[in-house]
């Protein structure tokens, strides 16, 4: 494969782990033809902000919005591959336009995970569901949120600060499996403060009754409201590669710098890559930019290129709380505390794992993303 010629490279995706891919071919050498596909018709966005400022309506509509991308693809939006040949080295797309490739980048990401096929069930992946969901709550809807996770808690917040009564279904307590029982008691305590309701089930279903869509938990209660929105997970998009053997499990296994095999790349919410536990899809938005990086710099320089060395990097506004955090979540026990100290107020805060690594958190706490990562390497 290193002495393929490299003229032609096709980055399928548009989301943040597309365009990281595009920019860092560029700023590796690679001068040749870039094409970039995207789903959606809209340029890159901010996925993280649409559920967090974009739903609030005294912000402006402009908190998604990326700087405009320069690394001169040619750009083919509003269009959708759906399928990849790998022998011939084309990309397929819906309108049945083949495009040739040398390397080629998988960064088509993942969609919501629905709990029903009902129009009523709304979710929040795209930015046209963000702006839907903003026009909404204009008119103050009750609203249900079917997921205690970071975004269904950042939802509900969005929509109990637009003056919305809003009620959370979670499995369990909201958070605690993403952070722990420390921090979701913290953020869950902040939310119960501000009004949100939360009502713990084992399961919960959607079903139409008559004229109206309600949410039934697993004891047979159910619950009505003017506006249901679903975020109980995603779905990698890896319909489009039937047939390539490039799938396992539902997502696209690579290498420690990214790849599936030299001349193809898997980036982002479809990628599952080498951790210290094992092949795991993180879908965040910093894993999806670093895995990006490594993987163009690999498509252009081969074995050349450094591996990932990829650090967690999560962060969340929700319920007038903002928390920053690097390390492998969730948390056990109580934290350290480096600054301040317990109660919801401003927090420099670290744990320490047994197998002598540890996560760093700042709470409603300024602090460079740099410090909290020299942080998890400190001595206890």
């Known amino acids: 494969m290193s002495g393929d010629a490299l003229d032609r490279v096709v980055v399928v995706g548009n989301g943040i782990a597309g365009l990281t891919a595009a920019d860092t071919l560029r700023e590796a050498?690679?001068?040749?033809?870039?094409?970039?596909?995207?789903?959606?018709?809209?340029?890159?966005?901010?996925?993280p902000a649409l559920s967090k400022a974009l739903l609030l309506d005294g912000d402006g509509l402009s908190t998604h919005e990326l700087p405009p991308a320069g690394h001169g693809a040619t750009e083919l939006l509003g269009v959708r591959a759906t399928g990849l040949d790998l022998d011939r080295r084309f990309v397929t797309l819906d309108d049945g336009t083949?495009?040739?490739?040398?390397?080629?980048?998988?960064?088509?990401?993942?969609?919501?995970?629905?709990?029903?096929?009902?129009?009523?069930?709304?979710?929040?992946?795209?930015?046209?569901?963000?702006l839907s969901l903003r026009g909404r709550l204009a008119g103050r809807p009750s609203v249900i949120v079917v997921g205690g996770g970071p975004l269904g808690m950042e939802i509900a917040s969005g929509c109990l600060a637009a003056g919305c009564r809003v009620t959370v279904v979670s499995q369990g307590v909201p958070l605690i499996a993403q952070l722990g029982p420390y921090l979701a008691g913290v953020f869950v305590t902040a939310a119960l403060d501000l009004g949100l309701t939360v009502i713990e089930?084992?399961?919960?279903?959607?079903?139409?009754?008559?004229?109206?869509?309600?949410?039934?938990l697993d004891d047979g209660a159910a619950l009505e409201a003017e506006t249901i929105l679903t975020a109980v997970g995603d779905i990698p998009n890896t319909e489009w590669l039937a047939g390539t053997g490039l799938v396992a499990r539902g997502s696209v296994p690579v290498d420690s710098r990214g790849l599936v095999r030299p001349?193809?790349?898997?980036?982002?919410?479809?990628?599952a890559?080498?951790?210290?536990?094992?092949?795991?899809?993180?879908p965040l938005w910093s894993s999806a930019i670093e895995q990006a990086k490594v993987a163009a710099r690999a498509l252009v320089h081969g074995d050349d290129a450094p591996p990932l060395r990829y650090q967690p990097y999560f962060w969340t506004e929700q319920f007038g709380l903002s928390l920053k955090a690097v390390?492998?979540?969730?948390?056990?026990?109580?934290?350290?505390?480096?600054?301040?100290?317990p109660g919801g107020g401003p927090a420099l805060m670290r744990w320490s794992h047994p197998d002598g690594t540890a996560v760093a958190a700042a709470l409603n706490y300024r602090v460079p993303i740099p410090r909290l990562r020299r942080m998890t390497q400190a001595a206890a």
């Open 98 to 130: 083949d495009l040739p490739y040398d390397r080629v980048v998988l960064a088509t990401g993942s969609r919501a995970r629905r709990l029903s096929g009902l129009p009523e069930e709304r979710t929040l992946r795209g930015l046209d569901d963000a």
């Open 201 to 216: 089930t084992g399961s919960a279903r959607l079903e139409r009754r008559g004229e109206s869509t309600r949410v039934v």
């Open 29 to 47: 050498g690679f001068d040749g033809e870039l094409t970039v596909v995207g789903d959606e018709p809209h340029a890159a966005y901010s996925r």
């Open 327 to 341: 390390g492998s979540l969730p948390l056990v026990g109580e934290p350290a505390y480096v600054d301040g100290g």
């Open 263 to 271: 001349d193809v790349a898997a980036v982002g919410d479809l990628a």
């Open 273 to 282: 890559f080498p951790t210290p536990h094992g092949l795991r899809r993180i």
